[in-house]
């Protein structure tokens, strides 16, 4: 999807960066060692991975993972398994900004990861983190046999928290056990994600965004994800009394917002383009299709569908202006569940247009002949779509064990 939505007309009066309530690049930096803390239970259990700041100016993840930490300095002995908290980009962190080089966020694909092992050293300061990391991720990944992963984020933006999972019927599982909405089709938006990477290593986890950078609760609700995803790994048994308060504190928050939602649009920038947020937009604010929502290099950027806005970019770093996304029915993903055990995707080939690969699990979709609903009914198989959407789509089944 692109950003083709623009009017070429003007605004009567552009809105000025001053008036956009734009945030400045940097916030308070932190320095912190690769690996915050590490703790083993006295029985043994699955191991969660927890990792912040991916992106060094979203300290929340970090600050929040270290209150939890030093209060499990005194639960040992109820602790089954182990929790690993690890730092994503060091000197990010450090220097306050979202990255120095490239989105370490961005960069999780197999081959370059394969490249960057084989070279055993980066170009860039992201490149030399991700090589850092993935030392430490992969020895994890071996101490137990269920590993999960917590990737903990902030936004730009206001809003409340909600969890960003590569969909397959594990990763779903474990991420509807929060009280924060769900949102699905992220990451046939987002290629080298850290969670998408670790996903295919067969680590069941999700990626819960929770709050603004420099909202101080947004590290109440990093830390309270924390607990949730002890007690739901089977770290700490059920009933934990941190766990029960940060289940309170998400839900008071999610109100009334539906369990899950889908990405409909993605509103994707140039490098370097001039994108100016309309101040005041909340993440999961409900707009109507046509609302001028912010100004791209001189000209109005409107909501090209009605939807909730997520993500609305409040910084200056960020490929990303905003998306939006709609609700999915609940129904909706109990068929999908039990399609995806059945493994319908046997038959699919025989759908015009739909033809199998040398690849398993791998069609290509041509839409030119095959009928509209074809991709929804691919990510109905659990299949996501990989690059763009054009005449020829590619869609792969996720991992689902
Ligand atoms: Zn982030």
Redesign the pocket.
């Known amino acids: 999807m692109t950003s083709s939505l623009t009017t070429p007309r003007p605004p009567a009066t552009p809105p000025q960066p001053s008036d956009l309530g734009l945030q400045p690049l940097e916030v308070p930096g932190i320095e912190v060692p690769r690996v915050i803390g590490h703790i083993v239970g006295n029985q043994p259990g699955p191991t969660l991975l927890c990792v912040g700041g991916?992106?060094g100016n979203?300290p929340a993840g970090v600050l929040g993972a270290q209150r939890v930490l030093a209060a499990l300095a005194g639960l040992k002995s109820d602790l089954r398994g182990q929790l690993l908290v690890l730092a994503g980009n060091r000197a990010a962190l450090k220097a306050g900004r979202?990255y120095l080089d490239a989105d370490l966020?961005r960069i999780w694909t197999d081959e370059n990861v394969a490249r960057l092992r084989a070279a055993g050293v980066g170009e860039t300061a992201e490149e030399n983190e991700l090589l850092e990391l993935d030392l430490e991720l992969r020895q994890a990944i071996g101490l137990s046999p269920q590993t999960y992963l917590l990737d903990l984020?902030?936004?730009s933006g206001p809003g409340p928290s909600f969890v960003v999972l590569e969909d397959s019927l594990a990763n779903r599982a474990f991420g509807l056990s929060f009280p924060a909405p769900l949102v699905l089709g992220i990451e046939e938006e987002l290629g080298g994600t850290l969670y998408h990477y670790l996903s295919r290593l067969g680590v069941t986890g999700i990626?819960v965004?929770t709050g603004s950078h420099r909202d101080p609760s947004t590290v109440d609700r990093a830390e309270a994800a924390l607990w949730l995803a002890l007690e739901t790994a089977g770290l700490l048994p059920a009933g934990s009394p941190q766990a029960a308060a940060g289940r309170q504190l998400l839900q008071e928050q999610k109100g009334r917002l539906p369990d899950v939602v889908e990405i409909h649009y993605r509103h994707a920038l140039e490098p370097d383009s001039q994108f100016l947020m309309v101040p005041d937009y909340a993440g999961f604010q409900l707009v109507e299709a046509g609302e001028v929502l912010a100004v791209e290099e001189g000209r109005e950027v409107r909501a090209p569908a009605s939807g909730y806005l997520l993500m609305p970019l409040y910084q200056p770093q960020g490929e990303d202006g905003f998306f939006i996304a709609r609700a999915v029915h609940p129904a909706w993903l109990r068929l999908s569940g039990v399609v995806r055990r059945l493994h319908a995707e046997r038959f699919i080939h025989w759908l015009p247009g739909v033809r199998r690969t040398e690849h398993p699990g791998r069609f290509t979709v041509d839409r030119g002949v095959a009928r509209w609903f074809a991709l929804e009914l691919f990510h109905l198989l659990g299949f996501h779509r990989e690059g763009p959407v054009a005449r020829r789509v590619v869609m792969v089944r996720r991992n689902d064990g």
């Open positions: 991916v992106h979203e979202r966020n984020h902030s936004t990626t965004e």
